[in-house]
């Protein structure tokens, strides 16, 4: 099986939103989407492709994949600034994705927090159905959140974690359809450190 490419972006936010989440089980948060710099690997797809479609397909799941990282670069952007309220999430995601990671934003601001620090992210596309409507697309992900930290933004001082938890390896699982020729996230879900697969 070949090696999925590894994408470094900072992240401020997701470290926080991971470990709040470990703590209820495993739901999902959704981070800002950052063009990749290459070509990223994608599964195969769920459903078969005609001849001659091939190029379609790995349009879309480049499609899918920028609506991934697009929305991750929206949440870090969110999560990094303190005097940004998550108004550019809605470009990359819907749903409980954007109900999920709006809250997130909420209760950061609200806290005095912000995030600082990098995420690792290596998506592949697991599922890919063009032939659904509306067409749908499942991303999976193994985040790496070990470098990724609160602080208060009054100070810049650490924000301590329940039981010291730096982060680390992380399951996600993101949900993605096209609407009106726009593919957003509308289903997210970040899972407990040590959960990647």
């Known amino acids: 099986m070949p090696a999925r490419p590894v994408r470094r ?22 981070v800002r989407a950052l063009q990749p710099a290459s070509k ?31 929305l991750m670069g929206d949440w870090q952007s969110a999560a990094f600034n303190p005097a940004d309220h998550g108004a550019n999430l809605s470009r990359h995601a819907s749903d409980q994705a954007l109900a999920l ?14 995030a ?3 995420l690792k992210l290596a998506p592949s596309v697991t599922s890919l159905d063009l032939t659904a409507v509306p067409p749908a697309a499942q991303v999976d992900d193994c ?3 070990t470098d990724y930290l609160d602080f208060k933004a009054s ?10 938890s730096r982060g680390g390896l992380q399951h996600v699982l993101a949900h993605i359809r096209e609407v009106g020729g726009v593919w957003r996230v509308y289903d997210l879900h970040i899972y407990q450190v040590g959960s990647c697969r």
């Open 116 to 118: 600082k620090g990098h």
């Open 143 to 145: 985040a790496d959140t």
């Open 155 to 164: 100070d810049g001082s650490p924000v301590s974690t329940k039981g010291g």
């Open 40 to 70: 990223a690997s994608a599964g195969p797809s769920t459903v078969a492709s005609p001849t001659g479609s091939t190029s379609v397909d790995d349009a879309a799941r480049q499609s899918v994949l920028q609506a991934y990282f697009g």
């Open 9 to 30: 972006v900072s992240v401020g936010v997701l470290l926080p939103v991971f470990l709040v989440i470990a703590g209820c089980g495993g739901a999902g948060h959704n």
């Open 101 to 114: 990671i709006s809250g997130d934003i909420e209760r950061s601001r609200r806290d005095g927090i912000v």
